[in-house]
C-alpha cells in the first residue's frame, strides 16, 4: 500500500544551520505530497504542499520539491530559527491522508 | 473563527470502558476526519464523515465508531477499550469539493484528545 519514510529524529542544529530533512514515499498514483509541522502542545498544520511532479512547494523559507524520479518531497530550509523547532510530518493523499513517522527538530540558539 | 474545537482536552478511561471525543469543524466546512496518533508515530486515519455518513476508513476495528450531526459537528466513540488505545485523537475538517474526494483539500486540524487507558 501507498506510505512515507521520513528520516529519524531528533535533528539538532543551531540557529542559522541548513536544515534538510528526507522524505521519500510509495505511491501507486501521482499522490499530492505535504509537508505538516507540530509545535509542542498543538495541533498539525499544513506547512506547504505539492500536488504534481517538478511541483515547488514554500511557506515560512521551508521548500519541498516533488520528484516523481526519486519519489522523494525532501523539506529544506536555508537559516533555521529557534523558534522553528517542532516535529515535522511529511504526507501523502491518495484517497485519504498517510503521514510519515515524524521528525523532531531541535534549534539551539 | 475559532477554527477546529476538540473536546476533552484530557481523558483518563480504564480498561473496557467507552469513550467519547467530539469536534467542531471550522466554520464554513462539512467534512470530518479522525486520527489516532500514538506516542512518537505519525497520525493514522481512522475514518471521515460527510453528510452524516461514513465516507471512508482506515484499518481500525469496529469498536471505533462515529457520527457526524447536521450541523458538520462530529463524535468519535470508542468501545471496550485497550491499553493500545492511548493515544492523541486528531479530528481535521475540511471542505469538500463537487466530484472529488475531500483529503485532497486542506484539511485543518484540532489541538487533539489526549486519551489515557489505564
Known amino acids: 500500500g501507498d506510505s512515507v519514510t521520513q528520516m529519524e529524529g531528533p535533528v539538532t542544529l543551531s540557529e542559522e544551520a541548513f536544515l534538510t530533512i528526507n522524505c521519500t514515499y510509495t505511491?501507486?498514483?501521482?499522490?499530492?505530497l505535504f509537508w505538516y509541522v507540530q509545535y509542542p502542545g498543538e495541533g498539525l498544520q499544513l506547512l506547504l504542499k505539492?500536488?504534481?511532479?517538478?511541483d515547488k512547494g514554500s511557506n515560512k523559507g521551508f521548500e519541498a520539491t516533488y520528484r516523481k524520479e526519486t519519489t522523494s518531497f525532501h523539506l529544506e530550509k536555508g537559516s533555521v530559527q529557534v523558534s522553528d523547532s517542532a516535529v515535522y510530518f511529511c504526507?501523502?493523499?491518495?484517497?485519504?491522508?498517510?503521514f510519515g513517522t515524524g521528525t523532531r527538530l531541535q534549534v539551539f540558539p | 473563527d475559532a477554527g477546529v474545537t476538540q473536546s476533552p482536552t484530557h481523558l483518563i478511561k480504564t480498561r473496557g470502558q467507552q469513550v467519547t471525543l467530539r469536534c467542531s469543524p471550522k466554520?464554513?466546512?462539512?467534512?470530518v476526519s479522525w486520527y489516532q496518533q500514538a506516542l512518537g508515530q505519525g497520525p493514522q486515519f481512522i475514518f471521515q464523515?460527510?453528510?452524516?455518513?461514513?465516507?471512508q476508513r482506515g484499518n481500525f476495528p469496529d469498536r471505533f465508531s462515529g457520527h457526524q450531526f447536521p450541523n458538520y459537528s462530529s463524535e468519535l466513540n470508542v468501545n471496550a477499550l485497550l491499553l493500545g488505545d492511548s493515544a492523541l485523537y486528531l479530528c481535521a475538517s475540511s471542505l469538500r469539493i463537487s466530484g472529488g474526494l475531500s483529503s485532497y483539500n486542506e484539511q485543518f486540524f484540532g489541538p487533539g484528545t489526549r486519551l489515557t487507558v489505564l
Open positions: 504526507a501523502l493523499t491518495a484517497d485519504k491522508l498517510i
Open positions: 464523515y460527510y453528510e452524516e455518513e461514513e465516507r
Open positions: 466554520s464554513g466546512h462539512d467534512t
Open positions: 505539492a500536488t504534481k511532479a517538478d
Open positions: 505511491a501507486t498514483g501521482y499522490p499530492s
